[in-house]
């Protein structure tokens, strides 16, 4: 007899919907086990922009986006504020665009009323000189600029914070856990849960729950159907390319070769550009991003900065957007809003409610109507809190410099450590406070110590290495897990009990991802690097599964 | 008329210090290190790491190990584009000779800088890798030389509290793993922890290693490690003692300690052997004109080439070693689409098929570990080591190749590009006596 957990909601799908609604529900005090079948956030969240912006873009079609974005990004700043960091963004004019600056500049008047709820500077206004000493690589073709001001988020640590506070409250997130199949009453009848496998250890067991909120993103739709629930999404890929450091100072935009807006911006210790926007219908678990991509891509950063092709693209991102279907609109048309959807209602199968669509900047008032409709289902009337309560290490603002002195890290190391954990960067490096040795970097790229590494495999349930890089950044960076990919290994292996073959699979596993990632951009200095990852990573640990 | 070795890591120099030897003019134009200065401590020539290349592991019928020299002999058996084969043809003995005699000249150009190339093709040794994994290798360096773990007690890691990437702990029980895995003898293995001086704890290798130079901070491990040593015990450090003065310091903490102590195998950044290697080469050519300069173009003369240099004086010379490398070295370039910058000419990977003028991504297969054509990638030559164009002939008669230019192996994973460098290196040499109208 499999295993059985018992709860009142049960969530598929670790993204930032699903997170979002379990920190909800769990403060509203109702029980909840999240599933995710990899790690929290690798989805469409970790391929995202990363940006909590209130979406210029949609303010001429979409103005309901445009508010609830600017609303609720002013809402996870209040919440989260060590997780965001301001981006800057300079709009460069040019003699040919479509647009002329006065119409442009109508609607970034416009966009000015939104901004104050995220806490934004107003537009602004540049001649071409002052643009160009403020961007010295933008084209000198410019005739001039505008600024505006939004903010950037680390998306896959957001998705972290959101299922460790439901986790504190009682909830069960379970990582690389996989619905094979949903529970009825009787054949046909009411879900009442789900059959689930870990794809870690193996084991199968189920889950019994109240009702389901089907939050998989591009994969809702597969999961809906597991209920015999058809539904349709207008799935959108969309790749970034990572940058090695910083490309510009501030977010710049950028026209591609069919007028969509892109832009390379600063993204932690990165640079990003990107990104498109594309009907997928092809494998959601084998994303790749393609040669036609990165060509459209760096034309269009071409335009406003000639030397983008100068800089040493790391890897691509790549995911898929769970838009609204809509038939006959191009993609970029396509509607950002979200719906939730009663298959009881809608369908036949009652128990089942799936949320789609909608953006990250908008995911805690996603997460309040869908907690608010799950609330009315089970008879509960908790309000909403999450816009006040903060995430973990949310609540207080970290002393860098003291952080760095008295737990004897590095600047480097505790900045992205208290931006990673905010105030819980110091009960976590307490750990180790009085420790002989002080502690060891294991990523010097970001830098990861090994006392965060143990931190997140005991306290917030990481499983796999291939899961640092979402959780912890770790192996993102220039070396591309050339230099920590066994170090962080053996941390882990210290801490999950693994036995050294598996911490050796562990690292041969994330050298694959990271190649994953790599190959489809492999270019210029990066094929050296890549050179050396290689002698590294195959003098350092073996790849023969027969030999072992 | 001189002769202009393009390339300054190890192929280069080796072909440098061979035209010097035979009494040639030599100009070495070196424009940084490359791949050699990034090397974990090993001389590759013909023995893998366990599990990394398409060789097996065992002897098929036997079941034992094989070894470095018939490990050679199956290159050259079954891998046509291997540079062995194409100097060798499927004489694998002739390779494994060539092998040899590289490997003495190698030793007799470091044994000045108190370098010593150890081993042999007739008996590889078992060392320990960073993270506690195996390797076999043919010829190591002085620092991880002296850490063969076969017929040892007792295996002791020393803990460097908070160096990076150093966990002696779960190291220790990999090795363990790893050695029985591979069907060897297990020694007792265990951690040594609370006696390095705080003196010396320092995060990083390349921080470490320069002041383990010096002769007072030898002085303060030795003590600090003093008796901790027996003949039956191996005592295993990270590989940090020292950047020029390694086999002083090891031979000092083997005095204190009473037993064997020897350096992990590792890789930069948190290794010094490849720095070692590169300035113990540097130190070689002291007598060899060395121009730091990087060359912008090759251009055909009458009576031999022209190497550019920008707006610097050309040079004249009579013939060229082209060793320049592949990626990290800068002799294939893969800046919009993969080609060899200087002549353009035409690239190859092990299985023959081109590689240059398109972009690197599209030679590149789904797989870490799978073979990738972008990584076997470089010039086609003959035997002589003349670089070939598209029609399969020699470029010029005088122009000839070394080193990890030269494609048809991945030395990732196959573990043959040391023993490539040299061996090409000298037969190139030998290509330009004879075009010279020179014999050594």
Redesign the interface.
């Known amino acids: 007899m499999s295993r059985v957990v018992r709860t009142r909601v049960l969530i598929v799908g670790g993204g930032i919907n699903g997170t979002g609604i379990a920190r909800d529900l769990s403060i509203r005090g109702i029980d909840c086990v999240l599933l995710e079948k990899k790690e929290l956030g690798s989805g469409t969240s970790w391929a995202s922009s990363g940006m909590i912006h209130g979406g210029l873009r949609y303010l001429q079609k979409d103005p309901e986006v445009t508010l609830h974005s600017c609303v609720d990004s002013g809402a996870i700043q209040r919440i989260a504020p060590h997780l965001i960091f301001r981006i800057p963004f300079l709009m460069p004019v040019f003699r040919d665009d479509p647009i002329g600056p006065e119409i442009l500049e109508i609607g970034l008047e416009m966009y000015d009323r939104y901004v104050p709820f995220k806490n934004g500077r107003p537009h602004g206004r540049l001649t071409r000189d002052q643009a160009l000493e403020i961007e010295p690589k933008l084209s000198p073709h410019i005739e001039g600029a505008f600024t505006l001001d939004e903010w950037g988020v680390d998306a896959a640590r957001l998705c972290a914070a959101n299922a460790l506070d439901a986790q504190g409250r009682g909830a069960q997130i379970m990582t690389h856990a996989e619905v094979r199949s949903f529970l009825r009453d009787v054949p046909g009848g009411r879900v009442t849960g789900a059959s689930v496998r870990d794809r870690v250890t193996g084991e199968d067991f189920v889950v019994e729950a109240d009702l389901v909120m089907n939050a998989a993103g591009p994969w809702a739709p597969e999961v809906a159907e597991m209920a015999g629930e058809g539904f349709r999404l207008r799935p959108g890929k969309g790749i970034h390319l990572v940058f090695e450091r910083r490309v510009s100072q501030m977010a710049v935009y950028a026209r591609g070769v069919d007028g969509r807006d892109m832009f390379v911006f600063p993204h932690e210790q990165n640079a990003m550009a990107g990104t498109t926007d594309d009907d997928y219908y092809g494998d959601l678990d084998r994303i790749q991003t393609t ?1 036609d991509e990165v060509a459209y891509v760096l034309e269009a950063m071409e335009r406003s900065i000639p030397s983008i ?1 100068q800089h040493r693209v790391l890897h691509a991102i790549q995911g898929v957007r769970p838009t609204l279907f809509g038939f006959g609109a191009y993609e970029d048309e396509l509607s950002r809003d979200y719906r939730i959807i009663d298959h009881g209602a809608e369908g036949d199968a009652p128990g089942l409610f799936t949320i789609t669509g909608g953006k990250l900047a908008a995911y805690r008032l996603m997460a309040e109507d869908a907690a608010d409709l799950v609330a009315r289902e089970l008879g509960e009337n908790e309000p909403c809190r999450t816009a006040e309560l903060p995430l973990p290490g949310g609540d207080a603002p970290l002393d860098i410099a003291q952080t760095s002195r008295r737990f004897r890290v590095g600047l480097p190391a505790a900045l992205r450590l208290g931006f990673r954990h905010g105030a819980g960067a110091t009960s976590l490096l307490a750990a180790t406070e009085f420790d ?7 990523c ?1 790229c970001e830098p990861v110590l ?1 006392t965060e590494l143990r931190h997140v495999a005991r306290e917030e349930g990481l499983r796999r290495l291939t899961d640092c890089p979402l959780r912890v950044r770790l192996g993102v960076g220039a070396c591309q897990g ?3 990919a ?2 962080a ?3 882990l ?2 801490e999950l009990g693994w ?3 598996r ?2 699979r562990e ?2 596993e994330l ?2 991802s ?3 990632d790599v ?7 990066q ?2 690097g ?3 990852h ?3 990573l ?7 599964e027969s ?2 | 008329m001189s002769v202009a070795v393009i390339g300054a890591g190890l192929a280069g120099r080796a072909a440098a210090l061979l035209l010097r030897a035979s009494g040639l003019d030599v100009t070495l134009i070196d424009a940084g290190p490359g791949a050699t200065a990034l090397g974990g401590g090993c001389v590759d020539t013909a023995a893998a790491s366990p599990g990394v290349s398409w060789l097996p592991w065992r002897d098929p019928l036997q079941g034992r190990p094989l070894l470095p020299r018939e490990r050679v002999q199956l290159v050259v058996a079954e891998q046509p584009t291997h540079p062995y084969t194409v100097a060798f043809g499927s004489d694998g003995d002739a390779a494994c000779q060539a092998i040899e005699r590289s490997i003495d000249a190698l030793r007799s150009w470091l044994s000045p800088s108190g370098l010593a190339v150890e081993g042999s093709l007739d008996d590889a040794r078992v060392l320990a890798n960073l993270p506690g994994t195996v390797r076999v290798a043919d010829y190591v360096l002085t620092g991880p030389s002296s850490g063969d773990l076969r017929g040892r007690e007792e295996v002791v890691w020393v803990d460097v509290p908070g160096l990076e990437a150093w966990d002696p702990s779960y190291a220790a029980r990999t090795l363990a793993y790893d050695l029985e895995a591979l069907g060897l003898p297990a020694p007792k293995v265990r951690v040594l922890r609370g006696v390095w001086p705080e003196r010396l704890a320092e995060p990083r290798v390349a921080r470490l290693a320069p002041r383990l130079d010096r002769a007072d901070v030898q002085t303060t491990l030795c003590e600090a490690l003093a008796g901790q040593g027996s003949p039956e015990r191996l005592l295993l450090v990270p590989p940090m003692l020292g950047v020029d003065h390694v086999g002083a310091c090891l031979s000092r903490l083997g005095e204190a300690t009473g037993g064997a102590v020897a350096e992990v195998l590792g890789h930069a950044p948190h290794a010094t052997s490849g720095f070692r290697l590169q300035r113990a080469l540097e130190q070689a050519c002291s007598g060899v004109t060395v121009r730091r300069d990087r060359v912008s173009g090759l251009r055909e003369r009458a009576d031999g080439f022209e190497l550019q240099f920008g707006e610097e004086p050309a040079l004249d010379c009579g013939a060229v070693v082209l060793a320049t490398g592949r990626y990290v070295g800068g002799g294939v370039d893969a800046a919009g689409v993969v080609r060899e910058p200087l002549l353009g000419l035409p690239l190859y990977d092990a299985d023959g098929r081109r590689v240059d003028g398109v972009p690197a991504h599209r030679s590149t297969r789904k797989g870490y570990a799978n073979a990738q054509p972008l990584y076997s990638a470089g010039v086609r030559v003959d035997p002589a080591m003349r670089p070939l164009t598209a029609r399969g002939e020699p470029w010029h008669g005088r122009l000839v190749a070394a080193g990890d230019l030269i494609g048809g192996f991945d030395p990732a994973r196959e573990r043959t590009g040391m023993g490539v460098a040299l061996v090409t290196a000298a037969r190139a040499v030998e290509t330009v006596q004879a075009e010279m109208g020179h014999t050594g």
């Open positions: 040669e092709r002989p040795s002080p502690p060891r970097t294991v010097a090994d050339a230099g920590c066994a170090a290994a053996a941390v292996g210290q036995e050294p073959a911490a050796i690292a041969t050298a694959t990271r190649w994953h190959a489809p951009v492999l270019d210029g200095a094929v050296a890549m050179e050396v290689r002698a590294v195959f003098g350092l640990i073996g790849f023969s030999l072992r």
